[in-house]
């Protein structure tokens, strides 16, 4: 756990550090969203907040959880880092249509919640396959075997996280 805590330190530190160096850039290179006419004036303050912030998460996530699982001989860490590479790689595309293609809107949402749902899917498949076939829920106070339902209501909570994260940043 000590491991745990002084990774996300370190996480941490190194995203405020890369968001305070890369920002200027990312507003210098006009990489900032776009508002439309069609909403509230008071929205019109918000155009060219820069966009891609989620990198400044992921790279350091990445790198220190790859030196954690190297550390700790645990390939199942490569997996979870696959996973939130392939979330990252949704959200840049998300990204990279409302600021390179000038599309305010992005990925469509039919075409976004598809990605997050083949991708939570196949996370879970993927977990399965290796030995991973508890359906039970650590609830503190207890505990609460889900069986067939787990897998559903988990692709929907990961899918629930994923969006709650993006509509946070």
């Not at 503190?140 to 629930?160: Q, R, S, W």
Request: proline share 4%; charged share 15%; hydrophobic share 55%.
């Amino acid at each position: 756990m000590t491991e745990i805590l002084a990774g996300a330190g370190v996480e941490m530190l190194a995203t405020v550090l890369l968001a305070t160096a890369f920002i200027p850039v990312l507003k210098s290179v006009k990489m900032g969203q776009k508002i439309l006419d069609i909403g509230p004036r008071w929205h019109k303050s918000k155009e060219g907040t820069p966009t891609m912030g989620g990198l400044f998460f992921l790279v350091p996530m990445v790198i220190i959880g790859a030196v954690l699982a190297f550390l700790k001989n645990e390939p199942i860490l490569l997996v979870h880092l696959v996973f939130l590479l392939a979330n990252g790689a949704i959200g840049f595309a998300d990204d990279y249509i409302k600021a390179v293609k000038k599309q305010n809107l992005g990925l469509r949402p039919r075409q976004k919640m598809a990605a997050q749902f083949l991708l939570c899917a196949g996370f879970l498949a993927v977990l399965y396959a290796l030995g991973d076939h508890s359906t039970e829920l650590d609830l503190i106070f207890c505990k609460l075997d889900l069986h067939f339902f787990y897998y559903p209501i988990m692709i929907l909570f990961m899918i629930y996280l994923s969006n709650a994260v993006n509509l946070t940043d």
